[in-house]
């Protein structure tokens, strides 16, 4: 039976060359086209958590605060994420969420507000005093009053309190937390704001295996829906330094620990450290045992695509210690 034109178009020398070329032209193009957005940062919202602390309350309350919630923050996707949060919740008191609503970006969305706190004109805050009372009310300057600060941190905290802590614990499992691929150091020092006890595992991965892994699969994959699509080399790249380098904003003294995928599927992850650190037990053999999800089809990257990533991702990689 004759091979369709078509088909022998497709698979010969000239029609494979035709593909290579055209992704080639697409992914240069992407990378001309690629925008940079501007994320919250950790000044900003360390001058805005300063802002709303109101003294002896949130010292008071941090001392008797025993919620301790363990948040996996990778950078990017394709890192192994699924793989530790497997790992990590074979502690049967512990719930890890995947990524919830992550596509909403709402931890984003919080501290980007938080960072327009710092530059809020404070002299139009009223903050309600203790011994305000109806009476004085009505001969006082009440058109911007507001509650005391530290209701705003607690309001904030009720929020995830009510959305994940209490499901977790509702199932049966004492400490809960999240995996995320989106969030970097800012997201991370709101949710240490609000849970002064928590722990932080930043999981990484080299950007080139990582989108090597990435730019196979047939899904699509956003930042944030539908506004930001993550659908090339540079747009991933992009991401991948932005959260890689924000690690090295966080103050010393930060409750975090950093995994390199590569250790972790080479054995060289000590377990028992981890699980100390974290206060939990695992049996990392069960979680390796089991092949979950795909892994990358193609072998190497195109060239092109390592010169984008690179370019976007030097910076990033030199803070985390991989080379080019």
Same mark, same amino acid.
């Given at each position: 039976? *004759?091979? /369709?034109?078509?088909?022998? =178009?497709?698979?010969?020398? &000239? !029609?494979?060359? %035709? ?47 025993? *919620?301790? /919630?363990?948040?996996?923050? =990778?950078?990017?996707?394709? &890192? !192994?994420?699924? %793989? ?59 058109? &911007? ?180």
């Amino acid at each position: 039976m *004759e091979t /369709p034109l078509w088909i022998w =178009a497709r698979e010969s020398w &000239t !029609g494979k060359l %035709l593909r290579a070329c055209t992704r080639c032209a697409r992914e240069f193009w992407a990378w001309a086209r690629s925008e940079e957005l501007t994320f919250p940062n950790v000044k900003l919202l360390t001058e805005s958590v300063a802002a709303l602390r109101t003294g002896d309350s949130d010292a008071a309350n941090g001392e008797r605060d025993t *919620e301790s /919630p363990i948040f996996l923050l =990778a950078t990017g996707w394709r &890192t !192994g994420s699924t %793989l530790l949060q497997r790992i990590l919740v074979t502690d049967p008191h512990l719930l890890l969420w995947g990524e919830p609503l992550g596509e909403l970006t709402l931890v984003t969305r919080i501290a980007e507000i938080l960072n327009q706190f710092s530059t809020f004109p404070h002299h139009k805050i009223t903050y309600i005093q203790d011994d305000l009372i109806s009476s004085r009310m009505a001969t006082s300057w009440i058109a &911007t009053l507001c509650p005391p600060a530290h209701d705003f941190r607690s309001a904030l905290r009720s929020l995830f309190d009510r959305w994940l802590g209490e499901p977790a614990r509702h199932r049966g499992f004492a400490r809960w937390g999240f995996k995320e691929v989106r969030l970097g150091a800012t997201e991370a020092s709101l949710l240490h704001w609000l849970y002064p006890r928590a722990k932080f595992v930043i999981l990484s991965r080299h950007p080139y295996d990582s989108y090597r892994s990435f730019a196979d699969p047939i899904w699509q994959v956003y930042y944030r829906r539908p506004e930001v699509h993550v659908d090339s080399a540079a747009g991933f790249a992009r991401h991948w330094n932005r959260v890689a380098v924000s690690w090295s904003e966080l103050p010393e003294g930060f409750p975090s620990i950093h995994v390199k995928y590569e250790d972790l599927i080479n054995g060289k992850v000590d377990f028992r450290e981890l699980e100390s650190w974290l206060g939990i037990k695992v049996k990392e053999d069960v979680a390796l045992s089991a092949s979950v999800g795909g892994t990358a089809v193609r072998n190497r990257l195109n060239w092109y695509e390592r010169l984008i990533i690179g370019h976007e991702a030097a910076a990033g990689m030199r803070a985390l210690g991989y080379s080019k």
